[in-house]
T-cell receptor, first 111, second 114 residues
C-alpha cells in the first residue's frame, strides 16, 4: 500500500507570514509530485508540480523536494486570507500515472 | 478553453437505485480518471482510461461500480444498487498524458444515497 502522509491541521498563520506545508511518501520509486489547492466545496486545483530534488518557485509558491528523505513541501510566502484552503499532496507510484493523494492540510490565514 | 465538466452537480437517490454520473474532459485529453472523495479525505482513485479502454480499474470498490468511455471522450460512471456508503463527491479529472501527467479536475458530482 503506497502511502502519502500529511498533517491534517489546521495550520493557522497570520497574513503576510510564510506557510509551510509538508508531505511524506512511502514509494522510493516515485518521480513526480503534485500540490493541489482545494477550497471548501470546490474541486482540487493544480498549483505546483516538481520532479527534481531541490526547489521550484512559482510566484509566492515554492515546492521543495528531498527524495532521499522522501518528503515534499510547499511554502507559501506573504500568505493571504485567500490562500485559506486545504492543500493536497499527490504522488504517483514509480511507473504509474495514478497518484495517491494525502488527506490534505487545512490552512487558515487570518488577517 | 473549457475545463472538465461533470453532470449532474448533485444527485440524491434512494438506497438500491441505479445512478449514472457523466464527465466531459478537456478537449484533446486522452487520459481520464474517476475519483471519489469523502469529507476530510483526499480523492480516492477509482478508474483510469487511456482513450476508450480502461487502463486501470483497480480502484473500483466492487462490481456494483462500472465506467465506460465508448468514444474516447465523454465517460459515464455507473453505480448499481446504491448503498448509503456510496455517498461522496465523485470527481473526474483529465490529462493530456504528458511526461508528468498533470491532471485537471472537474467540479464533481455530490452523490447522496438516502
Amino acid at each position: 500500500q503506497k502511502e502519502v502522509e500529511q498533517n491534517s491541521g489546521p495550520l493557522s498563520v497570520p497574513e503576510g507570514a510564510i506557510a509551510s506545508l509538508n508531505c511524506t511518501y512511502s514509494d522510493r520509486g516515485s518521480q513526480s509530485f503534485f500540490w493541489y489547492r482545494q477550497y471548501s466545496g470546490k474541486s482540487p486545483e493544480l498549483i505546483m508540480f516538481i520532479y527534481s530534488n531541490g526547489d521550484k518557485e512559482d510566484g509566492r509558491f515554492t515546492a521543495q523536494l528531498n527524495k532521499a528523505s522522501q518528503y515534499v513541501s510547499l511554502l507559501i510566502r506573504d500568505s493571504q486570507p485567500s490562500d485559506s484552503a486545504t492543500y493536497l499532496c499527490a504522488v504517483p507510484s514509480g511507473g504509474s500515472y495514478i497518484p495517491t493523494f494525502g488527506r490534505g492540510t487545512s490552512l487558515i490565514v487570518h488577517p | 478553453g473549457a475545463g472538465v465538466s461533470q453532470t449532474p452537480s448533485n444527485k440524491v437517490t434512494e438506497k438500491g437505485k441505479y445512478v449514472e454520473l457523466r464527465c466531459d474532459p478537456i478537449s484533446g485529453h486522452t487520459a481520464l480518471y474517476w475519483y471519489r472523495q469523502s469529507l476530510g479525505q483526499g480523492p480516492e482513485f477509482l478508474i483510469y482510461f487511456q482513450g476508450t479502454g480502461a487502463a486501470d480499474d483497480s480502484g473500483l470498490p466492487n462490481d456494483r461500480f462500472f465506467a465506460v468511455r465508448p468514444e474516447g471522450s465523454v465517460s459515464t460512471l455507473k453505480i448499481q444498487r446504491t448503498e448509503r456508503g456510496d455517498s461522496a463527491v465523485y470527481l473526474c479529472a483529465s490529462s493530456s498524458g504528458g511526461s508528468y501527467n498533470e491532471q485537471f479536475f472537474g467540479p464533481g458530482t455530490r452523490l447522496t444515497v438516502l
